[in-house]
């Protein structure tokens, strides 16, 4: 079994950290600096901030919070929503944070990913999927929280992007996103096989169970956990623990 | 005082932080007079190789550096800055570094198979000490370090790898050393506290 990282991802609201059940019916779970500080001291090993309102109001507000938490949490930093320019990859990057996930920019103009991926490295460019189920094996793209279409069928897009040099992509599947039901492991499993970069699966956990499920299946390199953490279902110990039983090498 | 250099390519923030919460003493500098006048200078980097080594030459950085690298004085670099202390590099054509650690940069070795490390390698690695670096014992953690990147560097004398750690079935050096030039391929700004403790140690306190 390979290396996995517990990354926590923070989806943010103005100054609140928030969470929804499919992406929508946003509920505060808590103030950002804290939450961070709090999985920092429990040893995740990623942050992933995300602003949840940023391509719908054309804003980026979250660079404040980035660049609060990055002053004494050493741990790597993931930041994404409304990332449209290189400037704003650029502001990001200098607010402390190592990578940047995009998603909505890229599905305007593909163009975008090889800039951003020529300019700042492969390595920093995370390409973020929002997936919703449309039939057997076939997933649509979707921006803007799940809300807007983009007719994208996942799996080619991820292949496009690709070639287009990003360095990860992060999969969140809209249809099991809160629900803490479990992944959409069909999902995860087909995006894992359209890519040779790192696949971070994201939608789903709600108990240590459902991490050792999509582990197993996919061999994915990184999960991303909301309200798993948020609410309290289970810690980051408890996860770590049980990806050590599965023979993951996880950092303490 | 360690002199950071600035030459575009580097998270100097999170750096910042890190030599901050030490209590260590730092500047940022991109002016050559001054590096070359540091006793400790931190070579960051992010981002492509032939792209940095020429910011590099773009500022006159290439004599100070290796000034301070004959007075037998300390470099530390990070990440490409690691890898920009080898002779050369494969990264998107044949590009000179600085030659402070005889090897080459080359791509890491793909995958196998499904559970292999998918490149580019990101996360944490638990870094095995070699050749009676111990520093690493040191630091009363497991030596997990955070890693992101494609290409690794191969030392022309394998005395120079300190530590290592083993992607897709192939030995590649985390850390390389020799004299007072050290290069850490793994953020040590982004490893929690042991990270913070490798740099406190590495710099003498």
Redesign the interface.
């Known amino acids: 079994m390979s290396d996995v990282r517990v990354i926590a991802r923070l989806d943010i609201k103005s100054e609140n950290v928030i969470k929804g059940i499919h992406l929508e019916g946003l509920r505060v779970v808590g103030k950002p600096g804290e939450l961070a500080h709090k999985y920092y001291s429990e040893g995740v090993d990623e942050l992933l901030f995300m602003d949840v309102v940023a391509s719908l109001y054309e804003r980026n507000s979250i660079l404040p919070i980035v660049q609060d938490a990055a002053r004494d949490i050493f741990v790597p930093m993931t930041v994404g929503g409304g990332i449209r320019t290189l400037d704003d990859i650029k502001a990001v990057l200098r607010s402390g944070a190592d990578k940047v996930a995009i998603n909505t920019a890229a599905t305007n103009r593909p163009e975008f990913l090889t800039e951003a991926a020529e300019t700042f490295g492969s390595q920093c460019i995370v390409l973020s999927v929002e997936a919703i189920k449309r039939g057997q094996g076939h997933w649509e793209v979707m921006t803007d929280n799940g809300r807007e279409k983009t007719g994208r069928n996942v799996i080619e897009w991820i292949s496009e992007a690709e070639s287009r040099g990003i360095g990860e992509v992060l999969i969140t599947s809209v249809d099991t996103e809160g629900t803490e039901n479990g992944f959409d492991i069909d999902l995860i499993q087909s995006v894992a096989r359209a890519t040779t970069v790192p696949v971070i699966a994201c939608g789903g956990a709600g108990t240590a169970d459902h991490i050792a499920e999509v582990i197993e299946a996919t061999k994915v390199s990184a999960l991303a956990c909301a309200s798993i953490l948020h609410y309290n279902k289970c810690d980051l110990a408890t996860i770590k623990r049980r990806l050590r039983d599965l023979g993951c090498a996880v950092r303490p | 005082m360690i002199c950071v250099v600035d030459y575009g390519r580097g ?1 100097l ?2 750096i910042g ?2 030599l901050d ?1 030490l209590g260590l003493d730092y500047f940022v500098s991109h002016d050559p007079d001054a590096v070359a006048a540091s006793s400790r200078v931190i070579l960051p980097g ?3 190789f032939g792209d940095a080594m020429a910011k590099i030459r773009e500022l006159d950085m290439l004599d100070p550096l290796h000034e301070i690298a004959r007075r037998g004085d300390q470099i530390v670099g990070i990440c490409l800055g690691a890898q920009m202390l080898a002779t050369r590099s494969l990264e998107f054509g044949d590009h000179a570094g600085l030659d402070l650690i005889p090897g080459e940069v080359r791509r890491l070795p ?1 995958p196998v198979d ?7 390698n ?5 870094v095995e000490a070699c050749n009676g670096y111990d520093m690493l014992g040191q630091l009363g ?2 030596p ?1 370090f ?1 890693f ?3 290409f690794g560097v191969q030392c022309a004398d394998p005395i120079d790898v300190l530590g290592s750690i083993i992607v897709n079935g192939e030995e590649i050096p985390a850390i390389i050393g020799c004299d007072n030039i050290y290069g850490f391929q793994f ?1 040590p ?5 042991v ?2 403790s490798l740099l406190a140690k590495t710099f003498g306190i």
Do not use: M, Q
């Open positions: 998270n923030f999170s932080r890190a919460v992010v981002g492509a793909d499904p559970s292999g490390t998918r490149i580019p990101i996360g944490w690695r638990c953690h497991e997990y955070y992101v990147h494609s953020h700004e982004k490893s929690g506290a990270g913070l």
